[in-house]
């Protein structure tokens, strides 16, 4: 995976990040969901906008990996991002990324805005850790309460593969300007609020003699559906726990086919990807047993993946499943 497919990766965890960081400042005392819900939702409301430099640090295969960015977001769904490499922008109805290093962008439809209630989206979040005050400490960007949010251990949870994490949160505005979690540090610098941001910072003209890049998005399909577009047999598993199937999509042509299989329970989910290319080695990986099937194991930035190789075909699971999970999952498609 090359480092502009990491940093998309990152985006997504960043953004379930934020949410948590809004349901841990709680003081001293302890409050309820309900509660916690209402005041989050209160400083949410305050904040119409944000820009910041943000650095991470993330463990990749052993190795420390430091990505920065530029980040903007303005309400209601507008949203900047930028490093070296890449610049990804939404001005909430048109997507556009542009690739640096290639001199290559492409554009498509953003996705539709979805009425979400943010209160509830918290104490969907709660169920999963438990926050605590911990102190308070001043760092560069200010006052800041030190939050430990520790994982309830629910199995295929994003948290249960993120684990517990510390958190320094602006007492102003409860936005998080540090995390500390298994795998990395995200730190956020030079943050400011409601600075009225240009919406003009957030529609994008392609630079002078970039080039289109094919962005000819897989449409969302039945199994029954991409097994009529692959020339191999798609291995379905028999087993998926409480997830169910949520959609397949099929990428590329002849040689060089793969279809996705997603698999969701609320904001939790796990993919299975499948393709008649070689089979895959992965750095400093765990063997495991699939039958009599040598399969390949490995935990990367907060998410779990096992692949093998069936009858010419390769499998890749991959989530926020715990390895026993993964196992059976790959045991009932054999």
Sequence with gaps: MNRLNKSIC???????????????????QQMSADQISQKMQEKYDSINDMSCNMVMTVDVNGKPEKIEYTYKYKKPNKSFIENDEFLMASDGKTFYMYDKNKNEYMTMDAPKQQNNNYGEMI??????????????????????????????NKTGTIASSTGNM???????YWQPIKIEFNGGTIEYQNVKYNTGLDDSIFTIT????????????????????????????????????????????????????????????????????EDNSKPIDLPNSEKVMIGDIEAQYIKNMGANMLTFNKDGVNIVISGTLDKEELIKIAKSMI
């Design 10 to 28: 990152i985006i997504g965890v960043v953004a379930l990040i934020f949410g948590i960081c809004f349901a841990g400042c709680i003081g001293e």
């Design 123 to 152: 104490k969907s979040i709660l169920e999963m850790y438990n926050p605590e005050y911990v102190g308070e400490e001043k760092i560069s960007n200010g006052d800041c309460y030190i939050l430990k949010l520790t994982t309830k």
């Design 166 to 172: 510390k958190i320094w949160v602006d007492k102003e």
């Design 206 to 273: 392609p630079p002078k003699g970039a080039k289109l890049m094919n962005n000819n998005i897989p449409k969302k399909m039945t199994i029954e559906e991409a097994q009529k577009q692959v020339s191999f047999t798609i291995l379905i598993p028999k087993y998926t726990g409480d997830y169910e199937f949520n959609n397949a999509m099929v990428a590329g042509n002849g040689n060089n086919q793969i279809i996705s299989i997603t698999y969701t329970k609320g904001i939790n989910g796990f993919v299975i990807m």
